[in-house]
């Protein structure tokens, strides 16, 4: 069965095509700046890239661009497009509304879109993208939406509420989704694999740090509690993003600033976190040669993300009350050898012991086992696969019809 996995943002398509019979990748890219002029049309096969420049109006052309590149010319890996025989949609925000993965129905387009509200960029691209597929593939092609956060949709209310008056959640929703979810999903199922353990039975920590970045408590299969809130903003300090903040910070500066809401968002979203305390740089690699250069400030802001993910794991433990297992994933969590040596030795009290040639050796996509086999927490390294999760539920969905 071969599943086409899509990614839509307001003016981008990523898309991949899997092979669900070994659950291989046959072909994917991306579709960029969608609406202009000149738009960039990437597909990888294997390690081979062809790239074009072509104007796509919109989604329906990006789609259109798409399923000529994949079924036509010199590089087409299909023979006809109703060789694909469902399509998985990513939503970044399913609210509460959606607990699961599902199949697409025009309820469910208008439940997205009731959620507008809480993911404005996000599930408006993602609406245009699921009309453009229904355009192109018909009606017989099944469609399945998997939501960022339905994973997180088990924590409790005692993880999930904030600290503001109770009306503002019965009027407007406003609590913790989390995000990532289907990344954590993804390698807390691969973790358990590796332990040779049921995750019924585990409790694990799953760090996914990347540009965008959540820590997430999983006990007994269910996330209990995770860092990202009611957006994706909450949390630790991330490459462009602030993370959690004393709240009183905001006020006082859009009152210092005269800061309008949307500026605020723009400054906490865009230019805080790493990028802003750093003073301009958001890449992982580039504050790590700095602080290696002898870059103060590199060396301050890599030491307060060490800082705030290690208080955020310490914090998972005490709610979980122990700790199987941390996975670390994401292109930080894959690569930075520093960022795994700080946290790991910072656990090194509750019995923790890692393997330092494993960690100089795990780079993206290797992944491996940190922890030595006397430690009392496993650490893993484990490449996340959101795509293959998107397939894997569509698959599911579309064989129980
Ligand atoms: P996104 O969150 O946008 O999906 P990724 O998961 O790809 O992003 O993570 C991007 C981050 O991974 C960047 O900060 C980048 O510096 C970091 N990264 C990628 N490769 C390496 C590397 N070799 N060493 C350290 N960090 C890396």
């Known amino acids: 069965m071969k599943i086409l996995v899509i990614n839509a943002g307001s003016s981008s398509l990523k898309y991949q095509l899997i092979d669900m019979d070994g659950e291989r ?12 002029p000149v738009g960039n049309f990437e597909l990888k096969i294997g390690d081979e890239k062809f790239t074009k420049q072509v104007e796509m109006k919109n989604h329906t052309e990006a ?47 208008e439940g997205i879109e009731s959620l507008i509200d809480l993911a404005p960029l996000h599930n408006k691209a993602h609406i245009q993208g699921i009309r453009a597929s229904l355009e192109v593939f018909g009606p017989d092609v099944p469609e399945v939406v998997v939501f960022d956060n339905a994973f997180h949709s088990t924590m409790p209310p005692e993880a999930y509420l904030f600290g503001v008056p109770y ?7 406003v609590r913790r989704y989390g995000f990532h979810g ?41 996330v209990i509690d995770t860092s990202m809130g009611l957006t994706p903003l909450d949390g630790f300090i991330m490459g462009t993003r602030s993370g959690g ?12 600033e005269g800061w309008t809401p949307a500026e605020t968002s723009e400054i906490l979203n865009k230019k805080s976190g ?41 914090a998972y433990i005490a709610a979980m009350q122990g700790v199987d297992a941390i996975v670390f994933t994401g292109g930080i969590g894959e690569n930075s050898q520093p960022l795994r040596e700080n946290i790991c030795d910072s656990f090194a009290y509750l019995g923790l012991t890692w393997d330092r040639k494993v960690n100089e ?41």
């Open 25 to 36: 990748v046959i072909a994917k890219g991306v579709c960029e700046r969608v609406g202009e």
């Open 182 to 222: 289907t990344s954590h999903r993804y390698v807390s199922g691969e973790c358990a694999r590796l332990m040779g353990k049921p995750l019924e039975e585990i409790k694990l920590i799953t760090c996914h740090l990347g540009n965008g970045s959540s820590i997430t408590a999983i006990k007994d299969g269910k």
């Open 167 to 173: 009306e503002y959640y019965e009027k407007y929703a």
């Open 274 to 314: 790493v990028f802003g305390l750093s003073g301009g740089m958001s890449d992982d690699r580039d504050i790590q040669n700095a602080a290696a250069a002898g870059d103060a400030r590199a060396d301050l802001t890599r030491h307060i993300q060490w800082y705030q993910i290690r208080k955020f794991i310490g």
């Open 361 to 401: 050796t795990a780079i993206r996509g290797k992944g491996g086992e940190l922890s030595l086999p006397d430690s009392k927490i496993k650490v893993y390294i484990i490449p996340t696969n959101e795509e293959l999760m998107i397939a894997r539920d569509t698959k599911a969905i579309v064989e129980a019809l």
């Open 63 to 109: 789609f259109l661009v798409m399923k000529e590149a994949l079924t036509e010319g010199e590089h087409a890996v299909l023979h006809d497009l109703s060789e694909i025989a469902a399509v998985g949609h990513r939503i970044v925000q399913g609210g509460a509304l959606f607990k699961e993965s599902t199949l697409v129905t025009e309820k469910v387009i």
């Open 245 to 256: 903040v004393d709240p009183s910070v905001i006020t006082f500066l859009q009152e210092k």
